[in-house]
Nanobody
Framework: QVQLVESGGGLVQAGDSLRLSCAAS????????MGWFRQAPGKEREFVAA???????YYADSVKGRFSISRDNAKNMMFLQMNSLKPEDTAVYYC????????????????????WGQGTQVTVSS
């Protein structure tokens, strides 16, 4: 079982940057593929980015070229560097974990993930 805690959200202006962090408990973090999702008010939760156990990244089209996902297995951490933020990026951002034996596979569906954090709010003003 892994527990996830997000941090790093806040209120920024359009064009600014933020770096989200996801801290995972336990000693088996490297066995999990990880992902970031977000949910804006009145909208469904959507995929943002995913990373495999060996750091293969995958991005939603809406964030490609602006966001960068990474992980540090030694520190049980995952990150989302968000640049050139837009008002439409405003949402609660969640990190998620999926236990898998596949080291090079990333997952983009909500149903793939077994564990979720509590979320961190990102607000981008215009």
């Amino acid at each position: 079982q892994v527990q996830l805690v997000e941090s790093g959200g806040g209120l920024v202006q359009a064009g600014d940057s933020l770096r989200l962090s996801c801290a995972a408990s336990g000693r088996t973090f490297s066995r999990y593929a990880m992902g970031w999702f977000r949910q804006a008010p009145g909208k469904e939760r959507e995929f943002v980015a995913a990373i495999s156990r060996i750091s293969n990244p995958y991005y939603a089209d809406s964030v490609k070229g602006r966001f960068s996902i990474s992980r540090d297995n030694a520190k049980n951490m995952m990150f989302l560097q968000m640049n050139s933020l837009k008002p439409e990026d405003t949402a609660v951002y969640y990190c998620a974990a999926h236990l898998t034996g596949a080291i090079g596979i990333y997952y983009s569906r909500i149903d793939d993930y077994d564990h979720w954090g509590q979320g961190t709010q990102v607000t981008v003003s215009s």
